[in-house]
């Protein structure tokens, strides 16, 4: 029997259960909204919890850039469930592909979301292109940026869009806030930068910039070939998963497990740790299942063989 034709929302009612059942989130505790809370400043409280358990849940990896044999990066919104949720894997995906299917996620069960391109900092103190999304889900009179797909210093809770506001980074010394410059001219829209630093006693340092234009699926489609196939983007030469720390009894985030190529560090408030340097990938296969949950399937495996970020 054919399924029934897809309501007005990304997702059915049925798949939004799927999600908050695998990254299993307290229900008791914040029961399922609907668009009249959804879009109200009573939706924050559960947009944050749900950002939190999103992050602890759903890696941020590009490991489908390695181990596949096709090596290309779908951000159709059923493919990503399947892949996130369905297959029952552990997987994630990198900024467009966790940014997109939450977006669509919050839209199923009642937010309003825009979604916008970020232009992530360079290391000579300027920024590349369009290479990053974000999520501007309005609550009440107030606008917030969410994202769910940086990895290990992208914002940990929804930040309203107010100039120099400070939020903490989960429940460490670390902070972020967003910083709004105007744009050259009185016509030319300003942008806002999303800033991150240690604790108080470092310097703030710009981690990306975006700003109010709304993206479309075709826009982010070319991203998307961008940073999946560029022989310059770190994505197709590096693997790196991030998956970061929930703290259910402080009911925040604490740290994050990062894999780095062959190196494995676990980071806890402010201590870091090295806990595993994987020298076959044997070893690494087993670290994504071990410290991850990530699960790969022997065609997966083979992907990887001959290419440059294979170990040997």
Same mark, same amino acid.
């Given at each position: ?7 007005? *929302?990304?997702?059915?009612? @049925? ?11 307290? *229900? ?32 941020? @990896? ?20 399947? =892949? ?8 994630? /995906?990198?900024? $467009? ?12 069960? /009642? ?12 290391? +000579?103190?300027?920024? #590349? ?24 210093? /992208?914002?940990?809770?929804? $930040? ?30 300003? $942008? ?5 630093? =240690? ?5 703030? *340092?710009?981690?990306?910039?975006? /700003? ?10 070319? $991203?998307?070939?961008?940073?999946? +196939? ?12 991030? =998956? ?6 402080? #009911? ?24 595993? @340097? ?27 063989? #001959?290419?440059?970020?294979?170990? =040997?």
């Amino acid at each position: 029997m054919s399924r029934p034709q897809r309501p007005k *929302t990304p997702y059915f009612p @049925e798949d939004v259960d799927a999600y908050l059942s695998q990254i299993s989130f307290p *229900t008791e505790k914040y029961p399922k909204i609907g668009p009249e809370i959804a879009r109200s400043k009573d939706g924050l409280e559960f947009l944050a919890a749900l950002q939190g358990y999103q992050l602890a849940s759903v890696p941020f @990896e590009n490991l489908i850039l390695h181990y596949s044999s096709h090596r290309a990066i779908t951000l159709d919104k059923d493919v990503l469930f399947d =892949k996130i949720i369905a297959s029952n894997c552990g997987r994630g /995906g990198y900024c $467009m592909e966790n940014n997109l299917f939450f977006g669509n996620i919050l839209k199923s069960l /009642g937010f309003e979301v825009i979604s916008t391109g970020a232009r992530v900092a360079a290391g +000579n103190g300027g920024c #590349g292109g369009w290479s990053h999304q974000v999520n501007l889900v309005p609550l009440g009179d107030e606008v917030y940026m969410v994202d769910v797909g940086f990895g290990g210093e /992208g914002p940990t809770r929804p $930040m309203p869009l107010i100039d120099g506001v400070v939020s903490k980074w989960g429940a460490t010394d670390a902070e972020t806030r967003l910083t709004y410059k105007k744009g050259s001219k009185s016509w030319i829209p300003g $942008m806002w930068s999303y800033e991150h630093r =240690k604790s108080r006693s470092h310097n703030w *340092t710009t981690v990306y910039s975006f /700003g109010t234009t709304e993206f479309h699926p075709p826009d982010f489609e070319v $991203m998307n070939f961008a940073s999946s +196939n560029r022989r310059t983007s770190f994505f197709t030469y590096r693997i790196l998963v991030v =998956k970061l720390l929930l703290d259910k009894e402080v #009911g925040d985030i604490t740290g994050a497990i990062i894999l780095n190529g062959n190196e494995v560090k676990k980071r806890v408030y402010n201590k870091s740790e090295i806990i595993a @340097e994987l020298k076959t990938e044997e070893e690494r296969v087993k670290a994504l299942s071990k410290h991850f949950g990530i699960f790969l399937t022997d065609r997966e495996r083979a992907g990887i063989r #001959g290419t440059v970020t294979e170990l =040997k």
